[in-house]
């Protein structure tokens, strides 16, 4: 009733004191809000010249690198290895007399770009320098020597006979599962760090070999000792100072490479006889009986003492290979006509037909007879050490 009175008698002293008590009670509210929620009102807008920083927007963004797919050839150090023989994709199945005439691509190094010290040449990858190797292609003699002191230093004493026995006898099928297989390619270059896996956790290792590498089974080159030869089955002893730890290096191939293109095997006239001659020669191949006829994957390791014994009573021997890739039977023909040695007439019709030459002269036991006389492991005394890694 009091502020009625109060406004009715002066209007305006009324207004002035209500606006005075509103903006009182809404300072003390805003300050306590203030206080509650500890607020911070937001800075200023102002310009680049009020900035007390002028060089806080003149720092540009970071930019993020352009992708890069992860490959696996960055960062690899070149490997060095000091193994005194060239690396090659296959030691059993490529001919090092013969030299090739063309490659049937540049010469990238299937051990990758950057990762070996050897310079690949398309065909192998040689332990001396090119430039420092004769034009003949002759191979260095103090790679040789270094082989064999090498092997003596690894193998150490000879083995005994009950030493031998324990051995074989460990390695046979109804004890281990543990085995390298070799194929078409024969013994290749990785299957080189596959054995000295093998050699980690067993002193012998059982090898099984079919098909064309059976000609001839003694390139090798893993620094072991064949203690038993069973048709087409090795066991490849590593050695009595043998360290797993202290193993040589063998780098791996990536990819397998193109072979090079080598001379043909048949020419169209035989050294030493005219065109007639070399065509009553070829029909006459398709006539006589078959010396033998070879199954596919095949042992093939009596072939050679085969022909040779053939050679004494006919001047043409034909071998069947109906079945055979065209390659395989061409590689067969290629490793007879150097280890009989012979003369290769053609390879119609899947077979292989050889001549022995006007002046045939039998060569002496180089021990091939072995090969096809199943040795036990008392004979396995006089087995010769293989060259090996």
Not at 43 to 50: A, E, I, R, V
Not at 128 to 136: C, F, G, P, T
Not at 171 to 192: A, E, P
Request: proline share 8%; net charge positive; charged share 30%.
């Amino acid at each position: 009733m009091s502020l009625l009175r109060l406004s009715r008698q002066n209007p305006s002293s009324f207004s002035l004191s209500f606006t005075r008590c509103f903006s009182s009670i809404a300072a003390s509210s805003s300050s306590r809000l203030r206080d509650y929620y500890n607020f911070q009102p937001p800075p200023p807008l102002s310009s680049p010249s009020d900035n007390p920083n002028p060089n806080h927007n003149q720092k540009k963004k970071k930019q993020k690198p352009l992708y890069r797919p992860p490959s696996s050839l960055e960062g690899v150090k070149k490997t060095r290895s000091d193994l005194p023989f060239d690396f090659r994709y296959s030691y059993t199945e490529s001919c090092q007399n013969v030299r090739p005439i063309g490659l049937r691509e540049p010469k990238y190094s299937p051990f990758g770009p950057g990762r070996l010290d050897r310079e690949w040449t398309g065909v192998c990858a040689p332990a001396v320098d090119q430039k420092v190797r004769s034009l003949d292609g002759v191979e260095d003699p103090k790679l040789e020597e270094k082989r064999k002191n090498m092997r003596e230093r690894i193998q150490g004493a000879p083995l005994t006979q009950a030493e031998r026995k324990i051995l074989v006898e460990q390695c046979q099928r109804n004890k281990t599962k543990r085995q390298i297989n070799l194929g078409r390619d024969g013994l290749t270059h990785n299957m080189l760090n596959d054995i000295h896996n093998h050699w980690k956790h067993a002193e012998a290792v059982r090898v099984k070999c079919l098909g064309t590498p059976t000609v001839d089974m003694k390139n090798d080159k893993t620094f072991g000792k064949v203690i038993s030869k069973h048709c087409g089955t090795l066991v490849l002893y590593r050695g009595r100072n043998y360290n797993p730890k202290n193993r040589p290096k063998v780098p791996l191939m990536l990819w397998k490479p193109h072979e090079p293109v080598y001379p043909r095997l048949i020419k169209t006239t035989i050294e030493g006889l005219s065109i007639e001659e070399t065509k009553e020669m070829r029909k006459r191949g398709l006539a006589i009986p078959a010396l033998t006829k070879l199954a596919k994957n095949g042992y093939y390791g009596s072939l050679v003492p085969m022909v040779r014994d053939a050679f004494l009573v006919s001047e043409l021997v034909r071998i069947d290979c109906q079945g055979l890739e065209r390659k395989d039977y061409k590689k067969i023909g290629a490793k007879l006509r150097d280890l009989v040695p012979c003369i290769l007439v053609t390879f119609d019709k899947e077979q292989i037909f050889m001549w022995r030459g006007k002046d045939y002269k039998p060569s002496e036991d180089d021990g091939y007879s072995s090969f096809f006389r199943c040795e036990s492991s008392a004979d396995a005394e006089d087995t010769p050490e293989e060259d090996a890694l």
